[in-house]
């Protein structure tokens, strides 16, 4: 018998869209030029390039030579801050509590290195305290560096507050908008933000490909050396292939009805949850919350365990962040918003994809609600 399979664990990495690996296989084979020679092969590959390009600067509403292609979110948030810091003056950066690890980590390393770091502390629901901001921007200060939705509770910070705190007062600001990415309309025309980081393989692109803007003139200092690609920020040989399935990606995710039907079926997944396990609660903003996010506590319950059974009945989630999943600890997220010990060992994270169907969430309200319980009653025998 075929065992029935519900992946929800869509933050922390997506299926390839089947139009995403058609668009892709022709660059394994017939067109493997490298985009920098001049013969038919290498224009064509280039041309793919450019196009791609074109794609994903239309999707932030900014010009093709912004996007600078680069392995994925993590290298894109390594190159807007170790990169903006290098070419600047000031010596101090400003990142908030809740951003992803690639952030947290760059932003420790500049310390070691002899940067001074802030952090901007959220409130209970995981937003960025602005006024905080405001107080801690300093002259000197090169680059503030906040995310645009959490990973792990979904909560969707306003953008557009805080890239005009920083851009008053002259301060370059950059955004991790990976979980927001073609969820969360972001138009650089509009918000004021100088750098923001894309990854393909949280929309349905392939992994290892991702993408940073750079508004056009903002000072940023390349990370390794080599070839002039990339405009000169990041240097080897372009992941043809890869960039090709990531414009596909964006291209299929820009589709509002997806959005529209995530959003049901998060909310019914919540509202049911809610409603049918005593005690349980939603963590972050109801509201200001990404489309396919969900992020429940059942205060006492031991999560791993909870993981497990549901793995048993062949639904996949994630307990906090996939990312420091690996790790033990609580989680930095659930930290800063003030979560007690209790509430953050007892919480699951379950995202949804534009592949998740109506059935799939019925079974999964039926299997949390049977396997909660069940484990309720055993943590009170
Ligand atoms: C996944 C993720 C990243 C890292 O992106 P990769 O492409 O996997 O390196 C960075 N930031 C956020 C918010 C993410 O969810």
Redesign the pocket.
Known sequence: MLRKRVYLDN???TMVAPEVLAAMRPFFSGRYGNPSSLHSFGREAHDALDRARATIAQALCADPSEIIFT???????NLALQGVLQAACGKHVIVSAI??P??LLTARHLSSLGYSVSYVPVDAKGCIDAKRLSSLLRPETALVSL?H???EIGTIQDLTLLAKICRQKNVLFHT?A??SFTKVPLDVSKIPVDLV?I????IHGP????ALYVRRGTPVNALFFGGPHEFELRAGTENVSAIVGFAKAVELALDSSAITRMTQLRDRLISRILSQVKGSVLTGDSKRRLCNSVHLQFPGLDAEALLMHLDLVGIAVSMGS??SEKKMGTSHVLDAIGLSSACANGSVRLSLSRYTTAAEIEYTITQLVRIVRSLQSVSRR
């Open positions: 933050a922390a990495a392995s994925g979110g993590t290298e894109s948030n951003e992803h690639s952030v995310m939705a959490n990973n991790d990976v979980q980081s990854s393909s393989h949280k992994k290892g490909i991702g996939a990312c």
